[in-house]
C-alpha cells in the first residue's frame, strides 16, 4: 500500500477536527456555529500514525476550513496531507439538519473516505464518532488556545478505544506587508 493510501484515511480523520463539532440539543445550535467559526481558516502541521502496521509514518497536512452560510452549523474543508512524496488532496463537507450532523470526508464511507455517525461539542474541545464499513472509531480535537489544535484519532478495537493516529495543527496567518504612503 502507497503511503498516500494510508494518509488518505488518515487525513480524512484528521480533517474531522477541523471538519466537525456535534451536538444533540437544539440551543447547542448557536455555540456549534461558534466553534466552527473559531475553527475556520488556514492550519498547517504534522501527524503521524502511533500504532498498527503503519506506526511511525509522519505526514503533514494544510487545510482551509470556512463555515457553512445560512443558521445552520457546518463546514467545508479542503487542502492536502503529504507523505514523503505523495501528496493526497482532502476535502469534507458537514453540515447541521435538525441538531444532527452528518456529512463525510473524501467520498464517505461507500468510496475511499469515512462518514461522521455522532458527536458532541464542549466547549473547546469536539468529540466525533467515525465510520468506514466495519471500522468504528472517534476522533477528539481540542484547541489548546485560538491558535493550536491537537487531535487524537482512536479505532475500536474489540472494547477498547485505542489511539493510532495523533496531529498538531497551527494556524496560519497571511504574512501582508504594511507599511506607508507618502
Given at each position: 500500500?502507497?503511503?498516500?493510501?494510508?494518509?488518505?484515511g488518515?487525513?480524512?480523520?484528521?480533517?474531522?477536527a477541523?471538519a466537525?463539532?456535534?451536538?444533540?440539543?437544539?440551543?447547542?445550535?448557536?455555540?456549534?456555529?461558534?466553534?466552527?467559526?473559531?475553527?475556520?481558516?488556514?492550519?498547517?502541521?504534522?501527524?503521524?500514525?502511533?500504532?498498527?502496521?503503519?506506526?511511525?509514518t509522519?505526514?503533514?497536512?494544510d487545510?482551509k476550513?470556512?463555515?457553512?452560510s445560512?443558521?445552520?452549523?457546518?463546514?467545508?474543508?479542503?487542502?492536502?496531507?503529504?507523505?514523503?512524496v505523495?501528496?493526497?488532496?482532502m476535502?469534507?463537507?458537514?453540515?447541521?439538519k435538525?441538531?444532527?450532523?452528518?456529512g463525510?470526508?473524501?467520498?464517505?464511507?461507500?468510496?475511499q473516505?469515512l462518514?461522521?455517525?455522532?458527536?458532541?461539542?464542549?466547549?473547546?474541545?469536539v468529540v466525533?464518532g467515525?465510520?468506514?464499513?466495519?471500522?468504528?472509531?472517534?476522533?477528539?480535537?481540542?484547541?489548546?488556545?485560538?491558535?493550536t489544535?491537537?487531535?487524537?484519532?482512536?479505532?475500536?478495537?474489540?472494547?477498547?478505544?485505542v489511539?493510532?493516529?495523533?496531529?498538531?495543527?497551527n494556524?496560519?496567518?497571511?504574512?501582508?506587508?504594511?507599511g506607508s504612503?507618502k
Open positions: 500500500m502507497r503511503p498516500s493510501l494510508i494518509v488518505r488518515v487525513a480524512a480523520s484528521a480533517l474531522a477541523v466537525v463539532g456535534l451536538a444533540s440539543p437544539a440551543h447547542s445550535g448557536t455555540r456549534d456555529k461558534a466553534f466552527f467559526e473559531r475553527v475556520a481558516g488556514q492550519w498547517k502541521g504534522p501527524g503521524e500514525i502511533v500504532a498498527g502496521k503503519y506506526k511511525g509522519k505526514f503533514t497536512c487545510l476550513g470556512e463555515p457553512t445560512g443558521r445552520e452549523a457546518g463546514i467545508k474543508l479542503d487542502g492536502f496531507c503529504r507523505v514523503g505523495f501528496k493526497q488532496p476535502s469534507a463537507m458537514i453540515t447541521q435538525g441538531g444532527k450532523y452528518g463525510k470526508f473524501l467520498d464517505g464511507a461507500d468510496g473516505g462518514d461522521i455517525v455522532s458527536g458532541n461539542v464542549a466547549n473547546d474541545k466525533v467515525i465510520n468506514r464499513k466495519k471500522l468504528n472509531g472517534a476522533m477528539i480535537a481540542r484547541l489548546q488556545d485560538s491558535e489544535m491537537n487531535i487524537t484519532i482512536s479505532v475500536k478495537v474489540e472494547d477498547t478505544m489511539p493510532v493516529i495523533g496531529v498538531s495543527l494556524r496560519q496567518m497571511d504574512n501582508i506587508a504594511v504612503i
